[in-house]
């Protein structure tokens, strides 16, 4: 069923709205607002024209990890990555793909169909790589490996958490209520997973390894270096001391310091999740920038 809005078809929707656009075109970061030239969240109805518009279709990711992708197409760029158990917004689905946007951290871009299911009301998440055994025994064949992060809708089983596709053990998750303290510990436990352009799981890039950390200890952050250098915490002096805990952004980059001089970062350098001086990091971008260091921000809770 569709219903008109200003003239302009609209994808179901509850009750029926009137919408007046006028005034100047309004600019729009089209990775956290739904917009294409075919169709957008009917939530931006009040601020953007769009041909069609749609409501969300709640669904949750099934698998232990997929890529968000920029255009529907497998081999196109991956922009981030939907972990299991986490929630998708669906607002077209065709030919394989749903195009929406992350419940996380409203990043939108395009997943494969079969990726999805019915959104669940999760308890618990993975504090690490979490296998997925086939029984509640730590002998059962492993169905899966979860990553870091990983949404879980479980039930107790003795040692073990029993989820809709096998079980876990408790000592590799914890509650959602449970949330961590310290961020550069979160970190430090993906020391050594994989550089991978967009990811947030089972390999990471620079922002996925800061926001999974940040996550983890209750702190919401943007998905990409630029939004959370705007978002996270509070701006400090080129004088000030570092300490553990503190972000540091570069150009296109990001990283935690693990005390004064270190700093934790997935780079494309090593490939890995690793840690190193900050001055090296520097003196490798001081050739190809004229400033190495573009923020340092401070989260006080």
Known sequence: MKQTIAGTS?????????????????????RVRAIRPDLADVALADLYFAPHYAAPVPRGCVVAATMLRAAPDAAASAVSELLYGESF???????????????????????????LGEP???????????PLFAAADIKSSVQMLLPAGAKLAATVQGDFLAI???????????????????WVAVAERHLGAPYIWGGRGLGLDCSGLVQIA?????????????????AIGEALGDNAALRRGDIIFFPGHVGLMVDGERLI?????????????L???????????EQPVTGRRRITT
């Open 164 to 182: 809709a596709e096998g079980f876990v053990h408790q000592r590799h998750v914890r509650t959602l209520a449970d949330v961590e303290s310290d």
């Open 120 to 130: 669940v009301e999760t308890s618990h998440v993975a504090h690490g790589i979490t």
């Open 265 to 277: 970062h997935a780079n494309a350098h090593a490939m890995a999740v690793t840690i190193e001086p």
């Open 89 to 115: 917004h669906m607002l077209d689905a065709r030919a394989g793909w749903a195009w929406g946007y992350c419940g996380h951290d409203h990043y939108v871009g395009y997943v494969p169909l079969d990726a």
């Open 10 to 30: 609209v994808a179901s929707s509850p009750e029926r709205k009137s919408v007046k656009l006028d005034g100047t075109s309004r600019s729009y970061d089209p």
């Open 214 to 230: 940040l996550a983890a200890c209750g702190i919401n952050a943007p998905r990409d270096t630029d939004q959370q250098a705007e």
């Open 279 to 289: 001055d090296d990091v520097v003196a490798r971008l001081r050739d190809t920038h």
